[in-house]
Structures are given as structure tokens and as C-alpha cells.
């Protein structure tokens, strides 16, 4: 067993922002797991190799009761008790119900359903960049908007109220928010989804909160309102930070790639393919997810033994060459849809094929109606969120050629 020990990489490869911790490929080619010591004070056995972070998100001898990327943040408590209807931190018979009670409202048939409305959204969003003209910032005028506004229909949020839960999830997000600011933060968000969850409690409306409360109740598992308040504010921070982000980073990367980005352009329907590829590349969930060993587990040929921190280098793992040949180039023709971009096992994201969904459309829409699409500033000049739990850039000045 390889017990080096040193300090988990935090940074994206120097030589490309794109790229995860330049260290990840050496730790892939060590024997064992190397212990790093982590941010959050504790030491944890970083699992890098495809096969072995699948085997390690399947065991279940190891919990996911720490927050999914607590080891990154300095100062964070592991050993905090898991609130009612915190998805992402529960296990066994717990997790199992509530996932359960949420699985139909992301079939794929229901997701489908929503295709010409994301469709609307984007076309939406497009004609107003195109009347505007550039220069623009992508994120604010249309990768932030989009999710947001199908989340907010999804869960019946008022979308007036967008500005406020953005702001206050960019500090829930961040690794380096003040403790002061984190905790206001999780006061006006709690406040926000506590409000909305009582009035549909009260007369619940044909939205996925509304029906997961009748649901719920005609299964005799009613939920409390702790419970809704925690599911509400998990889908949606999860349904709009991670597609943002990947909307903005994944044109960023497209447009330093132009013969991919022609390929696109050229045939909007590999938009299917492109997903899962850029997915695969740019792994937004950038620290990777930690867990604990509640019993003696094996992983590879390596014996963990039960109180053990283990963390899934999910990056790290989508450019394992063995699965990936080529793994650190985009090919947008590359069937990659084992990627772990959503994770893996009975925490893999619920919300998948909606944020497939939601990108799908942009790939095959944004460069094909602003074919000249480029950047308004030098490269240099982006600036990206090497201190968020979900990668990205904090804003993307784009321009184009005027076909008016």
C-alpha cells in the first residue's frame, strides 16, 4: 500500500485551465492510493483510476454523510449531523425513500416533455443577444438565465426571486466564504424555500414540489417541511449552478478548439455526442466527492480500513486512458456517456438527463445562430473559479460579426 503522503491538489494544470491538477496522472499510475492531506484538516485516500472511483461510489460500506466536497473547505466540520432530506449526505433506507418519492419527476419521457420549452428558452435568449449585438457576457445574458428559468418552472420558484438565491448560492458554493457571510447565506436561502414550502403545503400546485408533497402523502411518507426545505434547496442549486457553468466553461473551452467547434457548427446534431464529451473533459464537480469507510472495504487490491476518508477524483478519472484513449483532447464524435461527470452508484445525479437536456439545446443552437461567435477579450483576462465546488468562469465577454 502506497502511504506518500502530501496535500490534495486543489489546482487546475497550470499549462491549461481546462485540464484537472496536473498530479492526478501521477497518483493514476501509483500502486495503491496515496493519503493527501486535505483542506478541511483530515487525511484521505485519493482514488484517481476510473474503475476504482466506480467501484469506491458502488460500496456501501462507504458513507456520504460529510457534504459531498467538504474536504476542500478550511475550517469545515466532517462530523456534523446529516439534516432531514439532505439527499446528497444520506445513505441506506433513507436516502433510498426519498429518492424513490423523486424518481418521476425525472423520467425520461417527463424530461423529454420539457424539451420545447428549454428549446423556447434558448431561441429566447438568442434573439434578444442578437438584438442587443456584442459585446455581451455569456454568463449573465444567457448560461445563468436558461437554467435558472427551468429550474424555477420545474420546481414553481418565482423566477423574479433568481437574483437573490444566485447570490446567496455563489457564497453556499464557495471554498473560501467567510464563515459569517456562509452562515446569512444559509439563513436567507433556508427562509426563501421554508416560505415557498409551507404555501404549497398548504395547497400544494402541479409542480415537482407540489406533486412530491401529494406523492408523499398518497404513499403514506408524508414529508416534513425540514425535509422539503432541504430537497427544495438542493434541486435548486444543483439545477442551475452546475448547468451554468457548464454552458459558460464548455463554449469557453469550444472556442479555443476551433476544429471542433466546426465539427459542431458544420452538424448541430453531434450536439448529442458533444454533451457527454465535454462532460467527460471538463468535470465541473472539480474537487471530486468524499466519503467514509463505516466498514473494512477493499478498493483495487487495497485494503481501507473502517474510518478511513476516501475521495472520488472524478476528473481524474474521466482521463484515465485506459477508458478514454486520448483522454486530455475534446472529440466531440467520442461516445462518452460512462463518463462520471454525475457521479456514480445511488448518489449518480438525479437531474442528468435534464441537464443533458438543457445543454443539448445550446450546443446545437448558440453556434449555429452566432456562427462568429469569439471572445472580446484576451483569454488571459477570464477569469475562472479555482475556488468554487463547481468549476467555471466567473464571466465570459463574447462578441460576433453583425449579419445585419
Request: hydrophobic share 45%; glycine share 6%.
Amino acid at each position: 500500500m502506497d502511504t506518500q503522503t502530501g496535500a490534495f491538489p486543489t489546482a487546475r494544470d497550470a499549462r491549461c485551465p481546462f485540464d484537472p491538477p496536473a498530479e492526478y496522472a501521477e497518483l493514476r499510475e501509483r500502486e495503491g492510493t496515496a493519503a493527501l492531506t486535505c483542506p478541511v484538516g483530515v487525511e484521505a485516500r485519493v482514488v484517481s483510476r476510473y474503475a476504482d472511483v466506480r467501484a469506491m461510489l458502488t460500496n456501501p460500506n462507504l458513507s456520504s454523510h460529510a457534504a459531498p466536497s467538504t474536504h476542500v473547505v478550511a475550517g469545515g466540520v466532517l462530523e456534523r449531523p446529516v439534516a432531514p432530506g439532505s439527499l446528497l449526505n444520506m445513505d441506506g433506507a433513507g436516502h433510498a425513500r426519498l429518492r424513490r418519492l423523486l424518481t418521476p419527476e425525472f423520467t425520461v419521457k417527463r424530461i423529454q416533455a420539457m424539451r420545447p420549452y428549454v428549446q423556447r428558452l434558448v431561441d429566447d435568449h438568442l434573439d434578444a443577444l442578437l438584438a442587443h449585438g456584442g459585446p455581451v457576457d455569456l454568463v449573465a445574458d444567457f448560461a445563468l438565465p436558461i437554467p435558472s428559468l427551468v429550474i424555477c418552472e420545474l420546481l414553481g420558484v418565482d423566477y423574479a426571486d433568481r437574483d437573490h438565491f444566485q447570490e446567496q448560492t455563489a457564497v453556499l458554493v464557495g471554498t473560501t466564504s467567510d464563515p459569517e457571510a456562509l452562515a446569512k447565506a444559509n439563513q436567507e436561502v433556508v427562509g426563501f424555500m421554508t416560505n415557498l414550502v409551507l404555501a404549497k403545503v398548504a395547497a400544494p400546485t402541479d409542480d415537482l414540489l407540489g406533486r412530491l408533497i401529494v406523492r408523499a402523502r398518497e404513499n403514506g411518507q408524508e414529508l416534513s417541511v425540514e425535509e422539503l426545505v432541504t430537497l427544495g434547496i438542493t434541486l435548486l442549486i444543483a439545477g442551475h449552478e452546475t448547468t451554468a457553468n457548464m454552458i459558460g466553461l464548455s463554449t469557453l473551452a469550444l472556442l479555443r478548439q476551433p476544429d471542433q467547434l466546426e465539427a459542431l457548427r458544420a452538424d448541430p446534431e453531434l450536439a448529442g455526442t458533444a454533451v457527454d464529451e465535454m462532460l467527460r473533459y471538463l468535470s465541473i464537480v472539480q474537487f471530486g466527492v468524499l466519503r467514509q469507510a463505516i466498514g473494512d472495504v477493499t478498493i483495487g487490491a487495497e485494503e481501507i480500513k473502517a474510518g478511513e476518508w476516501l475521495v472520488a477524483a472524478l476528473s481524474a478519472g474521466n482521463r484515465d486512458e485506459s477508458v478514454f484513449p486520448d483522454a486530455d483532447r475534446i472529440d466531440l464524435k467520442r461516445e462518452a456517456t460512462a463518463h462520471l461527470a454525475f457521479g456514480y452508484g445511488i448518489h449518480q445525479c438525479l437531474g442528468q438527463q435534464l441537464a443533458r437536456v438543457e445543454l443539448q439545446e445550446v450546443f446545437a443552437r448558440l453556434h449555429q445562430r452566432i456562427p462568429t461567435l469569439r471572445l472580446a477579450v484576451p483569454f488571459e483576462d477570464v477569469e475562472f473559479k479555482n475556488d468554487a465546488l463547481v468549476y467555471g468562469v466567473r464571466a465570459l465577454p463574447v462578441t460576433w460579426e453583425d449579419a445585419r
